[in-house]
């Protein structure tokens, strides 16, 4: 069974991915932390059949674990798997203006969730990719661009997504040995109206809200090809540099 992986599905723009997806009659299997506590999710997918959840934890990587054996039990095949959880604020974890408020801890919580999660993500799943493309997709941030970084602050922030930037390039560069079609990319949804982008949005030129978010986003996603392979692009298909 051919499927879309969506991790980070509780919500915002992991929750709108599973709604255009399974519109389209695409198969997804939908990973959140607590899936239990998502009613949008757990109603969407007594309407949509071809919806599956699993209790996927990024902190706890016994649960990555027992997701992949029960998707290789069920003879699951993931085209794309595209990473959408992501920390900026929350959890004790507010982004840093400058060095004097920068705390160890929450640098470690902003890394453990947006560059170590995808890693483990690609660690237990990237064997089930198949497809021409077989994509693996992470939501960066454009402000996790070292070369377009001008105005500093958010370290945090800023340095897990650019690690998370790393990481991709460094995921497009193996998988390709082991998989013919392979397409690993960063991709930039923009500034988009969720519980992540909330408290900054009064500086944004254009806040998307999350159906114009995922339908731009899937737009590039459908295009992509092997040739886009370790690439970052923005939600409008533009080329960010890394």
């Known amino acids: ?27 997804v299997v939908a990973t959140a932390r607590a899936p239990e506590r998502s ?9 949509q059949k071809h919806i599956s959840i ?5 902190l706890d990587e016994s649960t990555l674990e027992k997701a992949a054996e029960r998707l290789a039990a069920r003879g699951e095949s993931l085209r794309w798997i595209i990473n959408v ?21 929450q640098l ?4 453990r969730i947006n560059t170590v999660g995808p890693a483990l993500v690609a660690k237990h799943f990237a064997s089930f990719m198949q497809g021409s493309p077989a994509v693996f997709a992470s939501l960066s941030a454009r402000v996790g661009s070292i070369s377009d970084n001008r105005l500093g602050g958010w370290y945090g922030y800023r340095c897990s997504k650019a690690a998370q930037n790393m990481l991709t390039k460094n995921l497009s560069i193996e998988l390709k040995r082991r998989i013919k079609d392979a397409c690993v990319v960063a991709l930039h949804p923009g500034t988009v ?7 900054y949005q009064r500086s944004a030129k254009v806040v998307f809200s999350t159906q114009k978010a995922v339908q731009s986003l899937l737009k590039v996603l459908d295009g992509l090809t092997s040739a886009e392979n370790g690439r970052f692009f923005a939600w409008d298909g533009t080329d960010i540099p890394w």
């Not at 959890?91 to 203006?97: A, D, F, L, M, R």
């Open 1 to 27: 069974m051919e499927s879309v992986m969506i991790q980070g599905a509780s919500r915002g723009i992991g929750l709108e991915f599973c709604k255009q997806l399974s519109e389209r009659g695409t198969r």
């Open 39 to 47: 009613s949008e999710l757990q109603e969407l997918a007594k309407r």
């Open 54 to 58: 699993e209790k996927v934890d990024l």
């Open 85 to 105: 959880a992501g920390l900026l604020h929350g959890h004790g974890v507010v982004p840093e203006k400058k060095l004097s408020q920068i705390d160890p801890e």
């Open 108 to 111: 470690v919580s902003a890394f």
């Open 193 to 199: 109206d969720t519980d992540l982008s909330r408290p």
